[in-house]
């Protein structure tokens, strides 16, 4: 089993402030990351005017709306969005506790990446605490299934990702990325890979009230004739997928721990990735929770295993 499993849990040394704005909002959006105590976990903190108006666990039964981006929360004016980038890079170093002070309702997007959070963490620096962490292991294959779309959890001594997509363009088609997840593997091979869209579909969002804040400086954009639009022209081979796979890590964050297993997926996205973690959890006998007491059943609602639900 990988060390990373084990041993003490994490917080930062110290805040750090990220100022954007939102991909979806077009709105100023700043987050400040900052250190918390052990067992504290992840949580979300919006605040408007200098007064807290919603705080939300870093879990699973708090995900909300998964349509293009995932949210904590069920309603606008509290609810905070497109976590996902933050998320995985969070997982990736092994951030077990931090409080995200959010201004604005929505994470900034930066350049469609992770790597703007990344380089916040190590300008933070990463610290361990007293306690020790505890993990979640996949014991029995669950899957769940959309349309052609699938997504599978399996066992695994590790925690691998195979994420494939396949896309009707000839830009992007069929790719896949497949790989043992550690801190290296996705500071060099995932953390750089940018959202994509296309421009058929921008002014059908726009009137939905998404993208309001997209362009080429946090977007991979394909045109009408299927062609990456943005000068600079894509930084990885296969940085579609790479980016895909960025958002299976920061969804299956929402455990609410690590977690070892191999994680697949085909044509999936956000609300297939939330779909795979529930039913995870709600089938019987598929995982269990694995602390320095030993290993525990898993309860059918998380809430029994970590804290969960809006921070009073």
């Known amino acids: 089993m990988s060390s990373g499993f084990f041993g003490l849990q994490t917080t930062v040394a110290k805040s750090v402030r990220i100022s954007g704005i939102g991909v979806h909002s077009g709105k100023p959006a700043t987050i400040t990351l900052q250190p918390a105590e052990a067992d504290h976990g992840i949580v979300f903190e919006r605040y408007a005017g200098g007064r807290r108006i919603s705080a939300f666990q870093a879990v699973s039964d708090n995900v909300g709306p998964t349509a293009l981006c995932t949210v904590l929360g069920e309603h606008p004016g509290e609810w905070i969005a497109t976590i996902e980038h933050v998320m995985a890079a969070l997982y990736a170093f092994g951030v077990d506790n931090l409080v995200v002070a959010v201004e604005g309702g929505e994470m900034p997007i930066m350049d469609g990446s992770s790597r703007v959070f990344v380089e916040a963490l190590d300008e933070a620096g990463i610290v361990t605490l007293p306690e020790k962490r505890s993990y979640l292991k996949v014991t029995k294959t669950v899957r769940v299934e959309n349309g052609a779309g699938w997504a599978e959890f399996t066992p695994y001594d590790g925690t691998r990702f195979e994420v494939e997509i396949d896309f009707d363009t000839p830009v992007i088609g069929?790719?896949?990325?497949?790989?043992?997840?550690?801190?290296?593997?996705?500071?060099?091979?995932?953390?750089?890979?940018?959202?994509?869209?296309?421009?058929?579909?921008?002014?059908?969002?726009?009137?939905?009230?998404?993208?309001?804040?997209?362009?080429?400086?946090?977007?991979?954009?394909?045109?009408?004739?299927?062609?990456?639009?943005?000068?600079?022209?894509?930084?990885?081979?296969?940085?579609?997928?790479?980016h895909k796979t960025l958002d299976a890590v920061g969804d299956l964050a929402m455990m609410g721990m690590r977690f070892a297993g191999s994680f697949r997926s085909y044509r999936g996205g956000h609300a297939l990735n939330a779909a795979a973690v529930r039913k995870l959890f709600e089938t019987p006998g598929a995982c269990v929770i694995v602390s320095p007491r030993g290993a525990l059943p898993f309860r059918l609602r998380q809430e029994d295993v970590v804290a969960a639900g809006p921070v009073s």
């Open 174 to 242: 069929r790719q896949k990325w497949a790989g043992d997840m550690s801190a290296a593997t996705f500071r060099k091979e995932l953390s750089g890979a940018r959202t994509f869209g296309f421009m058929r579909d921008v002014e059908p969002m726009w009137a939905r009230g998404f993208a309001l804040g997209s362009s080429l400086e946090n977007s991979v954009v394909i045109s009408d004739d299927n062609r990456v639009i943005n000068p600079e022209g894509l930084r990885y081979e296969q940085e579609f997928v790479r």
